[in-house]
């Protein structure tokens, strides 16, 4: 009796799961790959990994000559009240800059080359909303504060070139 109570959940459980992806995350497709932004200060690399399990998982590293500047880990998942964009800053000792959590966004508008996030967590440092967009072999990621308006002079802009 346990057993099948067991198997029920778990069926319910991946039922669940497929139901919260079910589309949600393909319109984020033409952010996967490798991408490499040569700064004057160091490269920038953004690594999106293809969609899986209701989540997509993407690293990046700001690296100096002798060291690395900032390494983010970032997570879009397909939830059941939207799909959600996640992140925290480490240092290379693996010290998270947010202590209280990752900054949150949720997907506010998706197409095949552009997707927008805005911040649904409480952070003064955070940008408001945070939109990539893609031209052939570029990746363009913009933090902005003001995603209403083409760009803004506060904006952080990198725009990426694709390596794989």
């Known amino acids: 009796m346990m057993g099948k109570r067991i198997l029920?959940?778990?069926a319910a459980a991946c039922c669940w799961l497929g139901a919260a992806s079910a589309g949600d995350l393909e319109k984020l497709d033409f952010m996967t790959g490798i991408w490499r932004w040569d700064s004057p200060t160091g490269p920038v690399e953004e690594w999106?990994?293809?969609?899986?399990?209701?989540?997509?998982?993407a690293a990046f590293r700001w690296a100096r000559v002798e060291s690395v500047a900032?390494?983010?880990?970032?997570?879009?998942?397909?939830?059941?009240d939207g799909v959600f964009l996640r992140f925290k800053h480490f240092d290379a000792d693996y010290t998270p800059w947010e202590k209280d959590g990752p900054n949150v966004y949720r997907l506010t508008s998706a197409s095949d080359n552009r997707a927008a996030f805005h911040l649904v967590s409480e952070n003064p440092k955070a940008p408001d909303a945070i939109v990539y967009s893609r031209s052939g072999d570029r990746l363009t990621f913009r933090g902005t504060n003001d995603p209403d308006i083409a760009s803004h002079k506060d904006d952080l802009v990198i725009v990426f070139e694709k390596v794989e």
């Open 8 to 10: 029920a959940a778990l």
């Open 48 to 57: 999106w990994m293809p969609a899986a399990g209701a989540t997509k998982v």
């Open 70 to 80: 900032t390494i983010e880990l970032t997570i879009i998942s397909a939830e059941e």
